[in-house]
């Protein structure tokens, strides 16, 4: 293996020990499978029914129910019973949380159960308690005790399980001995795998989730080189970034989070945790699968033996600086306006700029672009200082284009390699050069960048396997101690928006996770887009589509936590325990904050999803009862039983009072 793949330079997937989950077989050769979970309460057995057919038919494989107690784990024969009464086979996982009870009855009854080793067998007070080596082992003597049974249940029954670690409820010994980190949710799941081991029980999936994409990514790889240093075989794993939240955020969170690790083959099953009816997770684990179901292993993508960075910790990649672009700077981001036909300060409104003619001033909004790609069209109107513009070499050089009126440097030149062997000539600051990594790899490219000055690297792969492919040439960069700036350039064909959220998501968001890239550049044609399939929305106007492909880029940057330009959402996407209505919640929290940039809210529907879940959320809206929520500032309790009806305003005086909330206010002018 390298590191925590089988190969970082060819698509394979890992090996893994199949896994028997009813009839469905998890890991080993099988498909990658798509579950999602319900969210109505598990005592409507009816509702919770109807809703799995509906998932079912929608193509989830396996169907995961919450069971908060022993009432709701008896429940589960029910409604198992009236799903397989309407001919479904369709797997069952029981969700587990503080309840062992509960566990050990629907063990009985389902062909899974999900544990999460944060609390199964530990009641989270938020403490700092030092450890000996001799209390740690006490410690896990005691989890044994209250795990052992639950094992024997599920060897007896043919019960499969989930070990499925979340980033913001490890135990507080785990959090003790290892803060909150990776290796702390990677060491929560094994000290119950090393139990399960010893009692020869192997029908075992694992999950590390987290709300923040580089975490949960890190974790992942942490727990395959762990399993593979320590036992020398490696368990199906379950992937997903929980608390995605919702819309195109949701999805481009998710895409982010398990594209990365599908790239490299990581992956046995996926949930994208949306905050929306359950249904409408499927279409998007379906698009994100869909791009695996026939990967090859890719061919021209040289081996590479030295790993000049750690893929277990995010660290950034340090490059020179040119202009604003490069270490010191948040990653850019370019419009490309190469294909309209007329660019003119309204064509501008789509990426951030309002231009006011009666003060002769440009309103910039916080997701407005850096850069405009303008192909070989030059503007007859001035631009605000804060936006440059990049042409193609053999415009650059027509008078004109050099200075602005006030004596700027305003347009810099793209140029392509057959370019180079003409160039006489290169702006002074800055030089763009487009460049397909496929089979680029040579000394004779690398020698080439030396002639230039100020140059920023727009690089893209058409190799079958673009994300690995760039990858390796960034590595050899690195390798060679080229400290060039780097744009990721991403071009999509796909025919719906989901899918082109999607391959924008993975193949732009899996280099920024690694810290790889300093500005970004998503490319499209609005003409092959069609309206996508859960919400039919549709970018097909060209006006929209500069608007979409911008706000993709920044949402990108946003979920890779590269570049904050909006409020963060984490919120979980309901299940039976939920008190309140997240979908209509969530939006009303975001109608009146979503000017706060910068600031994380979560929005959790009960306490299993509360104060640890939401992780590193600055504020948190946690249900505590019908009809009541409670208010976090981190993770201490602000106000307890606020009336729902009231309880999005008291956020707000919550927000005020912590002098987090400034007004809305227009965008600046200059």
Known sequence: MQLYADSL???????????????????????????????????????????????????????????????????????????RK???????????????NAAEIAARIVEKVRINPGNYADKKKFEFIEYTDADYLDEIERIHDRFVPLIKICKENGTAMRIGTNHGSLSDRIMSRYGDSPMGMVESAMEFLRIARAENYHQIVLSMKSSNPLVMVEAYRLLIKTMQDEFNILYPLHIGVTEAGDGEDGRIKSAIGIGTLLEDGIGDTIRV?????????????????????????????PRVDKIPYSPFEYKKRKTKTIHNIGSGHPPVVVADYMEEAEITRQSLERIGYQYDPVTDKWKIGDGAADYIYTGN??????????????????????????????????????????????????????????????????????????RIPGLVLCIYSDNENPVLDTRRFMLEMMNRNLDIPVILAVECQEPTIDRQLIHFAVEAGALFVDGMGDGIWLINDPGKIISDRVSGRTYL???????????????????ARTRISKTEYISCPSCGRTLFDLQETTAKIRSVTSHLKGLKIAIMGCIVNGPGEMADADFGYVGSGTGKITLYKGKEVMKRGVNSETAVDELIK?????????????SVRV
């Open 9 to 83: 330079t060819s698509y394979k997937r890992l090996d893994t020990v199949p896994v028997t989950v009813g009839d469905l077989i998890l890991g080993g050769n099988a498909p990658i499978r798509v579950q999602t979970m319900t969210t109505f309460d598990t005592m409507d057995t009816i509702k919770t029914v109807e809703q799995s057919v509906r998932c079912i038919e929608a193509g989830a494989e396996l169907i995961r129910i919450t069971a908060p107690s022993k009432t709701e784990a008896e429940n589960l024969l029910h409604i198992r019973n009236e799903i």
């Open 86 to 100: 309407r001919g479904f086979k369709t797997p069952i996982v029981a969700d587990i949380h503080f309840t062992p």
């Open 273 to 301: 945790s949306l905050t929306e009816d359950p249904e409408f997770e499927i279409p998007v684990c379906q698009d994100i699968v869909a791009r695996y179901t026939s990967r090859k292993p890719g061919s021209g993508i």
């Open 377 to 450: 069209k030059v503007l007859d109107f001035d631009l605000p200082g804060t936006c440059k513009i990049i042409i193609n070499f053999e415009a650059w050089k027509n008078p004109g284009t050099q200075k602005t009126t006030s004596g700027e440097e305003k347009y810099f030149p793209l140029f392509f390699r057959a370019d180079l062997e003409k160039a006489t000539r290169f702006s002074p600051t800055m030089n763009f050069l487009s460049l397909n990594t496929n089979g680029s790899i040579s000394e004779e490219l690398f020698n080439l960048f030396g």
């Open 541 to 559: 106007a060209a006006d929209n589509n500069h608007a979409f492909i911008n706000n993709t880029a920044f949402s990108i940057l946003q979920a």
């Open 654 to 666: 919550l927000l005020k009072e912590s002098e987090a909330w400034v007004e809305p206010e227009e």
